[in-house]
């Protein structure tokens, strides 16, 4: 049975106007074979906004596997992740929230907050961890896809394509 790799039919916006016509990309590939079965754009990079998101939870799942990070631990919520722009879990300095919840809110809620602890927890900051984000990139082959932010909230250097959004996917599948 064909499987779609993630219906990467996704949509990385430009918000430059003088692009306009060409702000969309999107792809589609096939889980099994890894077939193109739609492009548009895939390599006209982006801004990967939420996306990026996917790539932390990579991190987060490849070190509970590793055993260096567990789905019960608690962690501190820092000063800097708890004044993290919305959309936000809400968390306060200092509070200790599982990994496990940490997981769904990022996951299912989207939430930036969340997604600064874990990248605390595993880089020591955030800006260690988008480094770790990127080698990880690279070891995937994204080799046009560089990450600034855990979250995905504006960094005018984190960008990628949609080619690499579709590696990413094929790797956290």
Known sequence: MLRFLL?????LAFTASAWAENRYASIIVDADTLDVLHARQIDSLRYP???TKVMTLHLVFD????????LGEQVKVSRTAARTPPVKLGLR???????????????VRSHNDSAVVLAERLGGTEARFAEMMTAKARSLGMQRTTFKTANGLPHP???TTARDMAKLANSIL
Do not use: C, P, R, W
């Not at 070190?63 to 567990?70: N, P």
């Not at 300095?93 to 940490?102: P, T, Y």
């Open 7 to 11: 219906i990467l039919a996704f949509s």
């Open 49 to 51: 906004a939420s996306l």
């Open 63 to 70: 070190a509970l596997d590793a055993g260096t990070l567990t």
């Open 93 to 107: 300095s200092g509070q200790k929230i599982s990994v496990n919840d940490l997981i769904q809110s990022v996951a």
């Open 157 to 159: 250097d984190q960008k």
